[in-house]
């Protein structure tokens, strides 16, 4: 790892102002601290968001819920108001790494990153939600840009991110079993009369599926899905699976989210 | 540049003068020279340099030490009693043969003590789900998840 200057802002604008040349933003580092290590990142400076107060923490007002950038998986998986407005929210949670990952890794951290595989902006992308900086809001559906890329301009921080809530919803991935990320993942959410299916894994960004979104607004049941083929054309291909396995598995994983969000 | 970084580890206070990179795994390992907390992967997948962090198992490898200032850490020195008596997490290891060479166990215990205190009777396959971040390659893991449950039901008994 190069050398970098370390700071520890205690406010939002400290952070902020900090935020120059080339340094970079610290939440729970289970992404960044690995990347420094293989010297993929050499940022000039470290900004550590763990000490600024009021960045974790989660809200819910029966129509959505809020979850400060800061907060931890752990903390999303185990909190009993995600667990009543939207527990396909705290069940994805609890299906990121492993233990020792979600006491540490946060939710601002993870979308920030945008790693193809992730959970996150399936659940983000799916459920509608704004994301809160310290310069605005961004819409789910502009802000994953493509692969490790998003919205956020140079500095800017993410504060919060609000989902809303549906009526029913459900996440299903087929994991990698030495990674745990997604090689599919598919969140699937019904909103009474419209519906949102959000694919990770299967692209270089997370994506859309608007088939299968009209086919479940018109009948929200597994069968609706299960005989749509999805193109391979542009997902991804790699040692773990070939383009048209991950076309196949988004069917299957929509499916078995459908069926888990009727349960 | 040298910082200072001040934390508890073991219910002691201690300071170190460290570079801002160092994570607190180094800090652990060679300004405390407390050796039990091992490094098997550096890249957050083994589980083996897995301590107590503020009461929550975390992996110390993928931590900056400037990120424990003011922490509480445990490692695995610091879980038997003074007098030298095993914790019972340790004891179930032992009992059950949950280990061979012995590399990954302290990882093992540092996550399975925290895994236990909300988990007071585990099933096998919570025992299993709990482990998805720590490699062993020696035991097959069945009797690392043996010992797990008994320890953690031992745990329980012992309050
Ligand atoms: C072994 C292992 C398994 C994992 N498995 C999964 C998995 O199954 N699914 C999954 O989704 N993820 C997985 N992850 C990734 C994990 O969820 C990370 O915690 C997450 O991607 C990054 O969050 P972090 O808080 O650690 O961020 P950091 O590593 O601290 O930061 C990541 C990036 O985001 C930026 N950033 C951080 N916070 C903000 C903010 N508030 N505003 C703007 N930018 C910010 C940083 O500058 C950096 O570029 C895994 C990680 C490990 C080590
Ligand atoms: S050494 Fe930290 S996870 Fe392997
Ligand atoms: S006992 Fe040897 S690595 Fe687990």
């Known amino acids: 790892m190069h050398a970098f200057k370390y700071h520890r802002p205690s406010s939002l604008n400290d952070a902020a102002a900090l935020m120059k040349g080339d340094a970079k933003l610290l939440a729970g580092g289970q992404t960044l601290v690995q990347t420094m290590k293989l010297r993929l990142a050499s940022p000039s400076d470290i900004v550590d968001l763990g000490t600024i107060k009021d960045l974790a923490g989660i809200k819910s007002d029966g129509k959505s819920v809020t979850v400060g950038a800061m907060t931890r998986h752990a903390d999303v998986a185990h909190s009993a108001d995600v667990n009543k407005a939207i527990p396909a929210l705290a069940a994805l949670a609890a299906m990121i790494g492993d233990r020792q990952v979600r006491a540490m890794g946060t939710i601002g951290g993870s979308l920030a990153n945008n790693d193809p595989a992730a959970d996150y902006p399936a659940a983000v992308l799916a459920l509608n939600a704004t994301i809160t900086t310290n310069k605005g809001k961004h819409e789910a559906d502009k802000f994953f840009k493509g692969m490790f890329t998003t919205a956020l301009g140079a500095g800017e921080i993410i504060t919060a991110v609000s989902f809303q809530v549906p009526k029913r919803a459900a996440y299903m991935k087929f994991k990698n079993p030495a990674s745990r990320f997604a090689i599919v993942g598919v969140f699937v959410a019904d909103f009474g009369g419209s519906v949102r299916v959000a694919v990770t894994g299967a692209g270089p960004v997370v994506f859309r599926q608007a088939e299968m979104e009209k086919a479940l607004a018109a009948k929200f049941a597994p069968e609706s899905v299960a005989n749509i083929k999805v193109k391979q054309d542009g997902l991804n291909s790699d040692m773990h699976a070939s383009a048209e396995y991950r076309a196949h598995l988004v069917t299957v994983m929509a499916r078995r989210a459908v069926q888990a969000a009727l349960k | ?159």
């Open chain 2, 1 to 159: 540049m040298a910082v200072k970084v001040s934390l508890k580890v073991n219910g002691k206070s201690v300071s170190a003068e460290v570079e801002e990179r160092t994570l607190l795994v180094t800090v652990i390992r060679e300004n405390l020279r407390l050796t039990g907390t091992h490094v098997g992967c550096d890249t957050a997948q083994c589980g083996a340099c897995t301590v107590s962090m503020n009461g929550k198992a975390v992996k110390s490898c993928s931590i900056l030490a400037m990120q424990a200032e003011g922490a509480e850490v445990m490692t695995i020195e610091g879980v038997a009693k003074p007098d030298g008596t095993l914790h019972p997490m340790q004891a179930a290891f032992k009992e059950h043969h949950g280990l061979q060479c012995g590399f990954c166990t302290p990882g093992m215990v540092m996550n399975a003590i925290d895994f236990a205190k909300s988990h007071p009777n585990p099933s096998e396959q919570e025992v299993r789900e709990a482990l998805e971040g720590n490699l062993c390659r020696c035991t097959g893991y069945h009797n690392i998840v043996k010992a797990i449950g008994a320890g953690a039901r031992a745990m329980a008994a012992s309050k």
